[in-house]
């Protein structure tokens, strides 16, 4: 599933308080080419201001389903100012059957790194399986997908008659509006990175979903089907590292509207941000790309560096100072422990199985890097973080048990860690 853009049911729940559940019952074939009018606000010679006539509470037949997945796409048309190219296909699977899609083979090297980069931000330890957590929350709480891959919205649902969300549908069929008029980048390859692309392609989808949904009721009569509640159960960083592109995506997109209108939005999708700082504040973008950070490789012999490397940036500094209690309310990822980030990068070491890492920073000035540093060493502390010397630190339980060194030379603040005291050394000499 790699690429595919997914919309769960935690992001309704918790932030826009909408029951996001029954989806779409069957499947609509996809047309290619000619099938639509290629006037804004009408598809199929469905418009978007047609009255249509369905009934949802038993589920919808056939071609109730087709009219109104087309006057939803027609107001999608409306809102965003683009004609859709194609007729959008939907396929509906079970919940099992997404589960199944949903696990890729993953190489051991990728489960490391899984495992060690949430790890690294105090939210889920070495006594559980990172990938497993999140194969779990995804596998009971998505309510659907765009797949860029076979062009088509996937809905998931066990309902024997499912009816047709107006969030989640409207939401999937921005990704592929998206998809058609721009393509959906996927070459980001760190951590921060992915989160800076997902603001865009999530950001303007909860946009274009808020305002298709504000017009219900006022200048649109709108489909009301009943809904299912979605409980799920999900540590608070956990939450805040995936929800980031959806909230703080929202407020960048619609920022970059209201300066440019929609063609700036259009523009977003050639010149992405580059980081989740830009995303977090919009008066940085453009202009404020991340600076190169390089964690040069002091290792001992017995410690192998792993090839890959990682950067985790503004969004989920804040995070793991939000979940480990560091900050003690949110402030929508903005706070001046963590807004100070200019760059980053994170290597992974390995000695007979067992694992270190180097993490260093780059800040803005050399106070931000002090507020950071003195807030790592809070982080530390927070989990049971015991003070064994100048700059180091041991976490003797939980799923946290390792050694730590954080020093900080003018911008950069270096956090190395190891299993033990004397392996820190081995991870990052000198």
């Known amino acids: 599933m790699n690429g595919d853009t997914e919309r769960w049911g935690l992001l309704a729940v918790l932030v826009l308080g909408l029951a996001l559940a029954g989806v779409i019952a069957g499947s609509l074939a996809s047309t290619t080419g000619g099938g639509l009018s ?11 201001n047609q009255s249509i006539s369905v009934t949802v509470e038993d589920g919808l037949n056939e071609s109730e389903r087709e009219v109104l997945v087309a006057r939803s796409m027609a107001r ?13 296909g939907v396929e509906v699977i079970s919940r099992e059957e997404y589960r199944n899609r949903r696990n890729p083979d993953r190489s051991e090297t990728e489960r490391t790194w899984e495992n060690l980069r949430w790890e690294a931000l105090f939210i889920i330890g070495e006594d559980r399986d990172a990938a497993t957590v999140l194969n779990e929350t995804f596998g009971s709480s998505v309510l659907g997908y765009y797949s860029p891959s076979n062009e088509q919205i996937v809905v998931v649902s066990d309902a024997e008659e499912p009816t047709l969300d107006t969030g989640t549908l409207v939401h999937e069929l921005v990704h592929a509006l998206q998809h058609q008029r721009f393509g959906l980048a996927h070459d980001a ?10 603001s865009v392609i999530e ?13 219900c009721g006022t200048n649109w ?4 089907p009943p809904t299912e509640n979605t409980s799920i159960d999900l540590s608070l960083g956990v939450q805040l590292q ?52 390089t964690v040069v490789d002091r290792s001992g012999e017995e410690w192998h560096r792993l ?13 793991m100072l939000v979940h480990s209690e560091v900050l003690k309310s949110q402030t929508g990822y903005d706070h001046p ?14 000695r007979d199985g067992e694992f270190g890492y180097v993490w260093e920073t780059v800040w803005e000035t050399p106070t931000d890097a002090e507020q950071f540093a003195l807030a790592y060493r809070d982080v530390l502390e927070a989990n049971g973080g015991v003070a064994t010397g100048e700059d180091l630190a041991v976490v003797p339980d939980s799923g946290f048990e390792d050694a730590f060194r954080v020093t900080r030379e003018n911008t950069t603040v270096r956090i190395v860690n190891a299993p033990t005291v004397e392996g820190l050394t081995g991870v990052h000499g000198g």
């Open 337 to 350: 422990f963590s807004a100070g980030w200019t760059g980053g990068q994170m290597a992974l070491y390995e």
């Open 307 to 319: 090839d890959a490397t990682d950067t985790l940036g503004e969004a989920s500094v804040y995070t």
């Open 38 to 48: 290629g006037a804004v606000g009408e598809v199929d010679g469905v418009t978007y």
């Open 242 to 293: 995936l929800l980031a592109p959806y909230t703080q995506g929202q407020t960048f997109v619609e920022t970059v509207q209201e300066r440019g209108g929609w063609e700036a939005v259009d523009d977003l999708h050639g010149q992405l941000p580059g980081s989740s700082t830009q995303f977090i504040h919009p008066d940085r973008y453009p202009g404020a790309d991340p600076v190169e950070v």
């Open 76 to 88: 999608v048309e409306v809102i965003r100012g683009l004609a859709f190219e194609e007729r959008v």
């Open 189 to 198: 390859e760190t951590t921060d990175a992915k989160q800076a692309r997902d």
């Open 203 to 215: 950001g303007e989808a909860e946009l274009v979903s808020e305002r298709y949904l504000d017009r």
């Open 221 to 224: 009569s709108c489909v009301r």
